[in-house]
């Protein structure tokens, strides 16, 4: 066979097996094969000196010509092969599919409260503190006048950890920790954050929150504890909120209150318009029209020996549920729904 006819069967090959190729990579490697420097185009040139001399001008343009077209031709065979690729995800692209909205987070309904409650408090002057919730039996219990064996333990069923440490049960241990590190009057501080006890059903879990206030200085009266909770409940639930006190017992506080707040349901009457009866017994308050809401009273002196703090000076302490009131102000019966994290509940408090 002449070289020219093998020329000629070699661009033949070339062709169908472009044909034939299935896909961009089976065409590319043809490329190699037929175009390289070694491939079968650059053999069939090397056996140029076979020919007559005056033969080899024809052939060498013939060759050449021959690999510009099958050039061209994996070229197009490629460009065709991408073209599809693309016609092929288009496809699947569905521009009218609805996009996909990124999940946004939200504060947690007790955060939200608890920080409300924060704020009106600093903007009475009270400075925020941070303690450790697992807490010694000093700052927990001695020092809050709780002796070692006193049944006054038993109010608190206590989660004990090795040694003498156990999960603080109140916020109170910062009262001794706040009085501990300013060494003297005045004191006005809060101190927000976890607690814990061996107690779980509808109005109990075994770790909530409390918000702790304290102020220590000379000449602070139960009155100044009545004016600063009126303000605070007053910024929580309305204007016509009102305060009981009723006598009651910490081994910390003397005289010591449970504070009652008006009923934010039936404001105090006990009985709850309903549409078509009239009235009906109020259920949150039980029909009293009172709220229990916190506890609190006039610093013990035995605290503020365990501290070394001058008796002459005076104070009021109170601790409130973080929990409770955030229960009140949305109206909700259950508080173990803080802590199931059930996204339909706690995207309800989305701000
Ligand atoms: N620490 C008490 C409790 O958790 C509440 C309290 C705080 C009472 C401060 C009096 C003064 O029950």
Same mark, same amino acid.
């Given at each position: 066979?002449?070289?020219?006819?093998?020329?000629?069967?070699?661009?033949?090959?070339?062709?169908?097996?472009?044909?034939?190729?299935?896909?961009?990579?089976?065409?590319?490697?043809?490329?190699?094969?037929?175009?390289?420097?070694?491939?079968?185009?650059?053999?069939?040139?090397? #056996?140029?000196?076979?020919?007559?001399?005056?033969?080899?001008?024809?052939?060498?343009?013939?060759?050449?010509?021959?690999?510009?077209?099958?050039?061209?031709?994996?070229?197009?065979?490629?460009?065709?092969?991408?073209?599809?690729?693309?016609?092929?995800?288009?496809?699947?692209?569905?521009?009218?599919?609805?996009?996909?909205?990124?999940?946004?987070?939200?504060?947690?309904?007790?955060?939200?409260?608890?920080?409300?409650?924060?704020?009106?408090?600093?903007?009475?002057?009270?400075?925020?503190?941070?303690?450790?919730?697992?807490?010694?039996?000093? $700052?927990?219990?001695?020092?809050?006048?709780?002796?070692?064996? $006193?049944?006054?333990?038993?109010?608190?069923?206590?989660? %004990?950890?090795?040694?003498?440490?156990?999960?603080?049960?109140?916020?109170?241990?910062?009262?001794? #920790?706040?009085?501990?590190? #300013?060494?003297?009057?005045?004191?006005?501080?809060?101190?927000?954050?976890?607690?814990?006890?061996?107690?779980?059903?509808?109005? $109990?879990?075994?770790?909530?929150?409390?918000?702790?206030?304290?102020?220590?200085?000379?000449?602070? =009266?139960?009155?100044?504890?009545?004016?600063?909770?009126? $303000?605070?409940?007053?910024?929580?639930?309305?204007?016509?909120?009102?305060?009981?006190?009723?006598?009651? %017992?910490?081994?910390?506080?003397?005289?010591?209150?449970?504070?009652?707040?008006?009923?934010?349901?039936?404001?105090?009457?006990?009985?709850?318009?309903?549409?078509? =009866?009239?009235? =009906?017994?109020?259920?949150?308050?039980?029909?009293?029209?009172?709220?229990?809401?916190?506890?609190?009273?006039?610093?013990?002196?035995?605290? %503020?020996?365990?501290?070394?703090?001058?008796?002459?000076?005076?104070?009021?302490?109170?601790?409130?549920?973080?929990? #409770?009131?955030?229960?009140?102000?949305?109206?909700?019966?259950?508080?173990?729904?803080?802590?199931?994290?059930?996204?339909?509940?706690?995207?309800?408090?989305?701000?």
């Amino acid at each position: 066979m002449t070289l020219l006819a093998e020329l000629e069967r070699t661009t033949a090959d070339f062709t169908a097996a472009l044909a034939d190729a299935a896909g961009a990579a089976e065409a590319e490697s043809l490329r190699n094969a037929y175009l390289g420097r070694k491939g079968a185009l650059a053999a069939l040139m090397s #056996r140029l000196p076979e020919l007559a001399a005056g033969e080899r001008p024809a052939f060498g343009k013939a060759a050449n010509a021959a690999k510009e077209r099958l050039n061209t031709l994996l070229e197009e065979r490629l460009a065709a092969f991408k073209a599809e690729a693309d016609r092929a995800s288009l496809a699947r692209f569905d521009p009218s599919m609805p996009g996909r909205m990124p999940e946004r987070g939200s504060l947690h309904p007790v955060t939200l409260v608890m920080e409300e409650i924060c704020r009106i408090l600093n903007n009475l002057g009270f400075e925020t503190v941070d303690g450790p919730e697992a807490e010694t039996d000093f $700052h927990n219990f001695e020092a809050l006048n709780f002796p070692k064996d $006193h049944p006054a333990r038993d109010m608190q069923d206590t989660l %004990f950890l090795s040694g003498e440490l156990l999960m603080r049960t109140h916020t109170s241990p910062m009262q001794v #920790r706040a009085m501990l590190e #300013r060494k003297k009057p005045p004191v006005a501080v809060i101190a927000p954050g976890k607690v814990y006890r061996r107690d779980y059903d509808q109005t $109990h879990s075994p770790m909530f929150h409390q918000v702790e206030g304290l102020l220590v200085d000379k000449g602070v =009266s139960l009155a100044h504890l009545r004016g600063v909770l009126t $303000h605070l409940l007053r910024d929580l639930f309305g204007p016509d909120v009102t305060l009981r006190f009723r006598p009651s %017992f910490f081994p910390f506080t003397e005289p010591s209150v449970e504070v009652d707040m008006s009923c934010v349901i039936c404001r105090g009457s006990g009985r709850k318009a309903d549409g078509k =009866s009239g009235e =009906s017994p109020c259920r949150v308050c039980r029909s009293t029209g009172w709220l229990e809401i916190l506890g609190a009273g006039m610093v013990d002196p035995a605290v %503020f020996a365990a501290v070394d703090f001058d008796p002459a000076c005076t104070g009021f302490a109170f601790g409130l549920g973080v929990e #409770r009131v955030a229960m009140l102000k949305y109206g909700i019966d259950d508080l173990r729904l803080f802590f199931e994290n059930d996204l339909r509940f706690l995207t309800r408090f989305v701000k």
